[in-house]
């Protein structure tokens, strides 16, 4: 498939989300305290070899203290550096709830309107339907209710600026009916953030360094990978072909109001308090009570699936608040969100009622660890029965690759051996566009195909069977995919077809240049 494989960068059907040293906690005098359950540090260094994780960071608050703050692991795989409270990570779609946070101060100072129109604020924004154009509000851009899916390569590896994704945003057809259900949208959250810049006059980066990083000393913590610098930095790791090896970061500066702060559990430790603190931190108020109360008021529902029944028992709702994730947990209210991007997991998690929340930083793509983490610590510190959370959620993850090998089977099963494709490979090359997704090239070099879509793709083809074609790309992380080419009615390639996306239509060749006399 031609996408992110978002199978292994989430762990949707659960979550609908060497030992280093401990640091001195920073703020109101708290004390470094042990976590109230015994064992923990083997538990995390067992979890970490069961998952095959490099490195992790933690951080725990509790009653606006830093009670629990550490490093384990290390920060790439084979080297000796030690993550510790201070590495930075990725943290990914967790970057949502800073964008909401901006919109909330917008709306305490009476420039944003949770239910303004988004055209009020970005007069020239335009969807597919007219209607959900007119009516799509601020609240829903933040809710998961726009009726669009992913639609995620728009922004991926596909080296459009913000702009242009916003634009090609129009291309992308619904899915579902206007505020009928709930489905994932990271572009709806780039709107999000151009909202603060056009409402504040001033970038989102800015608008997040000057109004929540500064006030709550996050000193560390920036929007772009273009900032990281060397120095105390986690490397991005994954599996491929079963082997967990060090990955390039990824920039997605494009998206960035979905999901690109990189940040340390140091830093985050002080956003957990401001949330903690109902939008209060050191005795200064940032965002209203009231602003913060409706963030973490459900405003969408998630179904739960059979498998999170079985992960969560104790679990009887799940619904989206406004960039946060909200369930029941052990008769309390849990406010949470994953973030995931290449070679990078975290998890944030808050039980208000209980002024307590944990931070998880991991350095390895798509893997539910840091879920498991933290609802071990957070069982920990609530007094619950201990629950082999590791456990139980490394075989869910087991299952759902099983059940991901098994269509992957399935799919091979059905190759049609011994064809051949219907015309010379030159004839498959050439640009293929797609409204949405811009064009994919593709090449004939050295008596085999190449293609190309935006800086991130480029891969090589091999047949597979008749005029279907398998797509093995350079980045191995990024797996395979299939094109299929498709013939007009005089046996001309018209277009070809990425399994899982969509028929990209085959461009025009330029006309052929007349021989001058």
């Known amino acids: 498939m031609l996408t992110v494989s978002y199978a292994r960068t989430r762990l949707w059907l659960i979550l609908l989300g060497v030992v280093g040293a401990a640091w ?80 909330a101060m917008l709306v305490d100072s009476g420039k944003v309107a949770w239910d303004d129109p988004v055209t009020k604020h970005l007069p020239w924004f335009e969807l597919a339907d007219a209607y959900v154009t007119r009516e799509l509000t601020v609240r829903d851009i933040v809710t998961h209710r726009s009726g669009l899916p992913r639609g995620d390569l728009v922004w991926y590896g596909s080296g459009f600026d913000r702009s242009e994704v916003l634009h090609r945003v129009r291309y992308l057809k619904p899915r579902w009916s206007f505020r009928s259900t709930y489905g994932y949208q990271n572009i709806m959250f780039l709107a999000a953030g151009q909202v603060v810049e056009a409402a504040s006059g001033v970038s989102w980066s800015d608008f997040l360094k000057a109004r929540i990083f500064t006030p709550l000393g996050m000193t560390a913590t920036n929007t772009s990978v273009t900032a990281l610098g060397g120095g105390d930095v986690a490397t991005p790791h994954d599996k491929i072909d079963d082997t967990v090896r060090a990955i390039p970061w990824r920039n997605i500066d494009n998206i960035a109001p979905a999901g690109a702060i990189n940040s340390n559990v140091t830093d985050l430790a002080q956003w957990v308090r401001l949330q903690l603190g109902h939008g209060s931190y050191g005795g200064r108020r940032l965002i209203s009570d009231s602003a913060v109360e409706e963030m973490h008021s459900p405003q969408m529902v998630v179904r739960m699936s059979k498998e999170a029944r079985e992960n969560f028992p104790d679990t009887h709702f799940m619904a989206y608040g406004l960039g946060w994730f909200l369930q029941d947990y052990h008769g309390k209210k849990f406010v949470g969100h994953g973030g995931a991007i290449d070679g990078m997991r975290a998890e944030i998690g808050l039980i208000p009622e209980a002024r307590l929340g944990v931070v998880v930083l991991a350095n390895l793509g798509g893997t539910g660890f840091p879920a498991a983490i933290m609802y071990r610590a957070l069982d920990a510190y609530l007094g619950a029965p201990a629950r082999d959370w590791s456990g139980v959620l490394l075989a869910a993850e087991r299952k759902a690759e099983a059940r991901g090998d098994s269509t992957r089977k399935a799919f091979e099963a059905a190759r049609v051996p011994d064809t051949r494709p219907s015309l010379p490979l030159e004839k498959y090359a050439g640009s293929y566009e797609d409204s949405l997704y811009g064009r994919l090239e593709i090449a004939e070099q050295g008596g085999k195909l190449v293609a190309r879509k935006g800086p991130a793709f480029v891969g090589d083809l091999t047949h597979w069977h008749f005029d279907t074609f398998k797509v093995t790309w350079h980045d191995r992380w990024l797996g395979t995919s299939y094109l299929t080419f498709n013939m007009d009615a005089e046996g001309k390639v018209s277009s070809l077809e990425v399994r899982d996306l969509g028929e990209f239509k085959r461009s025009a060749p330029p006309p052929a240049r007349q021989a001058t006399r």
């Open 24 to 103: 001195p906690v920073r703020n109101a005098g708290a004390q470094a305290a042990p976590i109230p359950t015994k064992g923990f540090d083997a538990y995390v260094e067992q979890a970490l070899r069961d998952w095959r994780v490099p490195g992790m960071a933690i951080a725990i608050v509790r009653n606006d203290s830093v009670v629990f703050i550490k490093g384990y692991g290390v920060r790439e795989l084979g080297k000796p550096a030690p993550v510790d409270a201070r590495t930075l990570f990725a943290i990914g779609s967790t970057t949502k709830a800073f964008t909401v946070a901006a919109l």
